[in-house]
């Protein structure tokens, strides 16, 4: 009996390691505030840890079944049943544990949801603020602008009518020129005409001053022709 009993107390130690460390993990679930992968790794382990408690618990049922004193058996058949109750207690416990930590989760990502929807708003709120201030600024700014193309505009017109005046004032002063210019061509036309009416009246009286001199002349000193 001694190899069972080594095979016993073996198998034992194994089943309560295996005991101890599923409900840590179901600690562990419990205190888990996510993210949901983290619970879905600690659930990984427990399926394992369970199948590794449950294939001991086997193993102990089974060298039960082997002892040959009725009352031994009996007593180890006890103790698989002990175990077997003590299995189904903590997964009862696991899914409990599961169900909280999952409402939790769920209430805490649903939180963060609506305060990173709150913040969503807040911030899509000031930035709309902030367009809308941008869309004035830039609509002062395009005021702005087209009171100075319209100042330039009016100094623009205002210079082409001063130039358009100044123009039309020389255009004037040019005619008048052009006036005195004909006047004095007309003047000089009819100086000319005179002074050549002049010389030829001069020369028609220096004729006849010499012919009368020459007629003179010839009667004192040729009476007889």
């Given amino acids: 009996m001694a190899t069972p009993d080594v095979h016993v107390r073996v198998c034992e130690q194994e089943i309560l390691r295996y005991d ?3 409900k840590a993990l179901i600690q562990d679930i419990t205190e888990c505030d996510g993210p949901q992968s983290k619970l879905t790794e600690i659930n990984t382990d427990v399926k394992k840890h369970f199948h590794n408690l449950r294939l001991r618990i086997q193993d102990f049922e089974r060298i039960a079944m082997e002892q040959d004193k009725e009352s031994d058996k009996q007593a180890l058949l006890s103790q698989v049943e002990g175990h077997r109750k003590q299995m189904l207690s903590n997964q ?44 004035t600024e830039n609509l002062m700014s395009i005021s702005r602008m087209m009171a100075q193309q319209v100042q330039q505009s009016e100094e623009t017109i205002t210079t082409l009518a001063t130039s ?18 004909q006047l004095g061509r007309k003047l000089i036309t009819k100086y000319n005409r005179r002074e050549i ?23 004192r000193l040729f009476p007889f022709l």
């Fill in 20 to 22: 101890l460390e599923i």
């Fill in 92 to 135: 009862t416990a696991w899914r409990k544990a599961n169900l909280a930590s999952k409402l939790s989760i769920d209430k805490m990502e649903k939180q963060a949801l609506l305060n990173g929807a709150v913040r969503q708003r807040k911030m899509t709120k000031k930035g709309l603020t902030q367009n809308a201030s941008d869309i």
């Fill in 197 to 219: 009416t002049d010389k030829l009246l001069i020369f028609l009286a220096l004729a006849l001053f010499f012919a009368t001199v020459l007629y003179i002349l010839k009667k």
């Fill in 164 to 181: 358009s005046r100044t123009i039309q004032e020389t255009n004037e002063e040019f005619k008048a020129m052009t006036g005195t210019i």
